[in-house]
Structure formats: C-alpha cells, structure tokens
C-alpha cells in the first residue's frame, strides 16, 4: 500500500490550513512509500530554497520510516554513525519530516515541510498527519 | 508576475478531472517563471516514471516559452540546432508541456503532462490551460 | 518583478568600483528571484575559484531572501538545522550574498561577492546594494 | 593572455547593442582561454532556458577554438567522431559561439549567443568578435 492521491491532497490542504492559520507560507511535500514524490506545493511566499529541504524531508522520512529529527541522533557528536546525513545523495536531520502509516501501522509514504522556523515546519507536517489520522475532512478537498 | 499557488490548484484540478474523464491517470506538474517547481501531483495508477517527464515537460516550457513540441523543430532531422534537447540537462521534445501567460501575454509559468500517449498528454495539459484562461472555477478547487 | 539588465549593470558597475577602491579584484554575480544568474563578470586578477562562490553566494541568497551570514545560524554548532547547508546543492553561509527588494520590500534577487576576505566581500557586495537603494547612478553604466 | 574584463564588457556592450538592434532579447556569455566564465548577461526577456546554451557556447568555442558550428562536421551523419558532442559534459554544435583571439591569433576566449533564431545568435556573436577586432569603442563602455 502507498500514500493515496485523495491522502495527499487532505494532507497537503491541512497543512496549507495550518500554515496560513500561523502566517508562514511553506513548502510541502507528500511522498510515497518508494521514496518518489506523490505530491508538492510551494504556497505563494514560500522561500525558494525551501522547495528542495521539503521534498528531501519527506524523502528521508519515508526512506527510514522515522520523522527526520530522530535521524540526528546517529549523526551527532558521538553518535554511531557519522555520515549518515551524507548518504542517499544527503538526508536530512531535522524536523518537519514524518511518515505517514495506514491503519495497522505500516509506512506508506511521508510528509515534508519547510520554510519557517524548524517548530513551525513540525506543527505543519504534524497538521497534516493528524488530519490523515481523522480520516480526512468531513469534504474533500478537491470536485475531482 | 509568477503563477499562485491559487492558479496551480485549478491547472491540477482541471487536469486531473481531464485525465479521469479519458481514463488516464497522469503526472501533472506546475512550473513558475523561473522555472521552478510549483505544484506537481501523481496520480494513483499513473506511471512512475512519468513523473520526471511530467516535471521535465513544465520545466521546458516554462525555460523557453513554447509547448514542448514546438521545439522538436529545432533537433529534427535537418533542424538548425543538433542537440538543443541534451541542454539545460536534457529537455523533452514532445507534446505535453505548455507555458501559461496571464492576460497581457506575459510567460508566468509553464503546465506539464505525462502518463498517456502523447496526444492525451497534450489533451489533459490543454484542459489545464483552458480552465486557467477561463478565469478558473467557479468554485476554488481547495478549502484553503 | 524580478531584477532587470539595467538594475544588474547597476550593481555590478558600483561592485567593480568598489573592489578596484580596495584593491581587491572580485566575482560579482547577479541572480534574478527565480535563482537563476542574470549577470556576472570575473574581474582580471580575482580568484578563478571564488567564482563559484560568488555564484553560490548570490544563488544562496536569492533561494532565502536573506544575507548568507544569517543562514550560518542553522548550521552553527547547536543550531537549529544541522546539513542545512548542504541542502539545494550546497548553499553558502559566509558573508558576501545580499537579497535584492523593490521598494516595496519584495525580493526581486540577490548580489554575491567572492575574491577577497569575507568582510571585503561583503563590503563589495553592501556597495552594490546601496547603489541600487540610491536608483542607480545619475549616468548609465552601459551606454546600450 | 586571456580574454580582459575590459574586453568581456566590450564584447557585451556590442553584442547588446546589437540584439536591441534587431529586437531579440538574448543570453551573451564571455568564456576565457581556459573555458571558464568571465562574464554573462541574460537581457531583460530573453528566454531563460537560452543562458545554458550561450554558457556553453562560449564554453565550447573557448575548449577547441573553432566556431560551434564549425564542430557539427565532426558528429553529423557519416562525420569521424559520432558522440564527439557528448563529451566535456555536452557540446553546442551549432552557431553562435566564436571563439576571440588577439592581434596574433592567439586563442583568449570566446563569446556564446543565445536566445533568437540561429542565424541571430551568430549576428550578434559576430558584432561581438567585430567590436573586439575593432579595438573597442572609442569611449569605454563602463566607466570604471
């Protein structure tokens, strides 16, 4: 199973409502369980350079099926392995990346999302698997 | 003037809509005028490896201004520019990438289809423009 | 809006003066809103390898809309985002890369300056900015 | 000797002031003996996607001091060297790099043109490489 067009769509519309409820335009990103983009937007004055760090978020949460921030600990100072950010063609460490698992707890793709202050990237990513967890929108986010 | 995330929402939504009514399920992608990733969706079904020609096909239009095909001319036999499509780090030469210009004709993005053949690629592409140049919807395809 | 040819001459005329005022032969590049180069010039003399960080810079700083040296606080020890710069190809986070606003306070692009310490960078690239601020000399650098 | 920062303006000025003349906004890239940029300016509309192709005309025409098109003889159908275009990360082999040599034939550098028809891009390559061979214009056309 993988991340749904229909899911992507109540993600990225929740955390399009999260974002604009705290007045920070972000970058979002939904990717599947193979690691491949499923869906993307960048909100009208979201940072450019954010695109990128969005899209690599939801990558490396749905390559390790852990949110982003958790990867840190194998890379710090003294951590078990040193490099690991550097592999995969570069992941990253920190937070605003969290995969997305289907009812009986298997992974099925990824949120990422930046552009604000690394809290803020979090609560929207966070914004949108909470929605995926209700189920969805009581309407769908998009006619089609 | 760079296409809003408000006119990508409709390309996408009068894309998808398109390609559900032929029964096709598409990779549709929005570029800005900096030929920078806007908006991009995979549809359920729709093939993996269409999504990089989907982008690729928003990204030549939105480089050069013309539907993708257009360019063909240049690198056919006998054109005047052998090997055009191989820069810019490879660009795609066949129908489904078409630029979009606001009301004064000014290139303010660029729409890219791929997961059909080519001409329901360009068919599906067209019904995004169309719906643009009809002012959108007249619903707004997101909550948001 | 994004920088235009006359704004570039601009800040590259008022760099170049700068650079030769300190003694300091400099890369100076523009970058328009989207982060793609709209000017640069090598001055005779400057650091064939500066060149890349003077785009870098200028690339860096129109992704974010902020001076590369602010970015240095993700990344720093203890900051919030570690591998930051190692997003988007690899950014910069040393002084020299400076946003460019309209009037109205809107990025329009960015200066970036490599070729001598980080503080004479960054003061060839304030040069250009306050050339722009000021609307550009009373005479046009170029006479096209 | 390689190309100067006097006669990279030089060579901008007369090719800028040439496109204007014909009306097509286009992309002049400088390159030095050593295949490196020297200077670049993309005019205001000039296609976007035509800065790589100037790049790497100048670059082209800089690495074997040959006209671009001059090369296409080498890969066309029945041509010695199939794939010769492929190398050095991709060639332009077709018109509007030249390269610029001084008083004794020496290669220094080269200009690329891009962003019209081919026959304009080497139009104005060429009134580049004439405002050169010319000796400048009488007056600088910066003043620094």
């Known amino acids: 199973m ?3 067009h ?3 769509d109540i993600a990225i519309a929740a955390a399009v409502r999260e974002a604009t409820a705290i007045g920070v ?3 979002i990103a939904v990717y599947d369980d193979g690691a491949n983009m499923k869906a ?3 909100m009208d004055g979201a940072f450019l350079g954010s695109a990128d760090i969005a899209q ?3 990558r490396t949460a749905a390559l390790f099926g852990f949110n982003t921030e958790a990867l ?3 890379v ?3 951590g078990t392995s040193p490099g690991f950010d550097r592999t995969n063609g570069g992941l990253i460490v920190f937070a605003g990346g969290i995969p997305v698992r289907d009812g009986e707890g298997r992974l099925i793709g990824a949120i990422g999302v930046s552009g604000g202050a690394v809290a803020q990237d979090y609560q929207v990513a966070e914004a949108a698997i909470t929605a995926l967890a ?7 986010p998009q006619a089609n």
């Open 2 to 4: 993988s991340i749904t």
């Open 6 to 8: 229909l899911q992507a």
């Open 25 to 27: 335009p972000m970058n």
């Open 40 to 42: 993307f937007v960048r």
């Open 56 to 58: 690599n978020k939801a």
């Open 72 to 74: 840190y600990e194998f």
């Open 76 to 78: 710090k100072p003294g």
């Open 134 to 140: 209700a189920g969805g929108f009581q309407e769908q």
